[in-house]
């Protein structure tokens, strides 16, 4: 089993950065692909990025490409999200995900990450 726990949510105004971390603990040395996903009110979940195992791979959903970015350190068990220029539509409770797949073509769906996080609420106020 894996337990992650993601931390570093928080309140910011529009245009503001945070980094969202998150804390990988147990049998993580099958794990290969991490990523983070978010939920807002009344909406359904949606990939935010992901990173391959060697962190030479990454993925993001457009409406993230060039403000936010995904890393990982290996030695700590960690996979840290960086958000910059946040906007309101960015408000919702991110969890960071892993899973043990080959290959990288399974990052935004959802259903193929093994373990999940709690999640940690982001809000962005205008």
């Known amino acids: 089993q894996v337990q992650l726990v993601e931390s570093g949510g928080g309140l910011v105004q529009a245009g503001g950065s945070l980094r969202l971390s998150c804390a990988a603990s147990?049998?993580?040395?099958?794990?290969?692909?991490m990523g983070w996903f978010r939920q807002a009110p009344g909406k359904e979940r949606e990939f935010v990025a992901a990173?391959?195992?060697?962190?030479?791979?990454?993925n993001y959903i457009d409406s993230v490409k060039g403000r936010f970015t995904i890393s990982r350190d290996n030695a700590k068990n960690m996979v840290y999200l960086q958000m910059s220029d946040l906007k309101p539509e960015d408000t919702a409770v991110y969890y960071c995900?892993?899973?043990?797949?080959?290959?990288?073509?399974?990052?935004?769906?959802?259903?193929?990450?093994?373990?999940w996080g709690q999640g940690t609420q982001v809000t962005v106020s205008s």
């Open positions: 990173v391959s195992r060697s962190g030479g791979t990454t």
């Open positions: 995900a892993a899973g043990s797949l080959p290959g990288n073509w399974w990052y935004r769906f959802g259903g193929k990450y093994a373990y």
């Open positions: 147990g049998r993580t040395f099958g794990i290969s692909g």
